[in-house]
């Protein structure tokens, strides 16, 4: 089954102890993404990839990194989360180009509280 | 910069009728492409339907249509015959660059869907 994979699924945890949220996609996409969804501001963009290796910022990139050394994963990590990146993250995968045709096909979220 | 804007935080219908949420955007594109997406309390976004802005006759899926309405920068989703299941948020989505460089998609914040039966 085509899908996005993303893990875990609920993560609860303090305020400075880093963390990474796993995304991995067995479609052979080259475009990945990740974005945050919070009430009032739907889903906004933190990271994006268009390939292995190549990785750019988003609209919310701060305090954020990610990498992209295979093309199924794009990990998601928190250096030293703060308490204003308690959020539902979803990564997302498309062809390149293609999203604007196809749209994005997306990991099942991951809902993160920072205390 | 280019935006999307849902004006209606939440909405209800009754079930079996008609409900339409609105979506509008911003942008100096020709060509791009618009989407709607639902989320159901599990949280999964799904796509509901897609237009491309080219194509003048509005998309249809089953009980789901679009008013596509180029000049006005509007893109409303109309959901026939109403069902429990349409509960939903539902986000509207425009990929400003036709599928071009950065393949983003930028999303509206949504309309909570309450469906009474």
């Known amino acids: 089954e085509a899908q996005v994979t993303q893990n875990p699924r609920y993560l609860i945890t303090v305020t400075g102890k880093k963390l990474t949220v796993t995304c991995s996609q067995n479609m052979n996409h080259e475009y990945m993404s990740w974005y945050r969804q919070d009430p009032g501001l739907g889903l906004r963009q933190i990271y994006y990839?268009?390939?292995?290796?190549?990785?750019d910022k988003g609209d919310v990139p701060e305090g954020y990194k990610v990498s992209r050394k295979e093309k199924r994963n794009f990990p998601l990590i928190l250096e030293s989360p703060s308490p204003n990146q308690t959020s539902l993250y979803f990564c997302?995968?498309?062809?390149?180009?293609?999203?604007?045709?196809?749209?994005?096909?997306f990991g099942s979220g991951t809902r993160l509280t920072v205390v | 910069a280019q935006t999307v804007t849902q004006s209606q935080p939440e909405m209800s219908v009754q079930e079996a009728e008609t409900v339409t949420l609105s979506c509008t955007y911003d942008?100096?594109?020709?060509?791009?492409?618009l989407f709607w997406y639902k989320q159901p309390p599990s949280r999964q976004m799904i796509l509901v339907i897609r237009?491309?802005?080219?194509?003048?006759q509005n998309a249809t899926e089953n009980r789901f249509s679009v008013n596509f309405q180029k000049a006005a920068k509007s893109f409303s989703l109309k959901i026939s015959d109403s069902q429990l299941g349409d509960a939903a948020m539902y986000f509207c989505a425009f990929n400003p660059e036709g599928g071009g460089a950065t393949n983003k998609l930028i999303f509206g914040t949504g309309t909570l869907l309450a469906v009474q039966p």
């Open positions: 997302a995968s498309s062809t390149s180009p293609g999203a604007g045709r196809y749209g994005y096909t």
């Open positions: 942008t100096s594109e020709s060509d791009y492409y």
């Open positions: 990839s268009m390939n292995v290796e190549v990785t």
């Open positions: 237009q491309e802005a080219y194509k003048q």
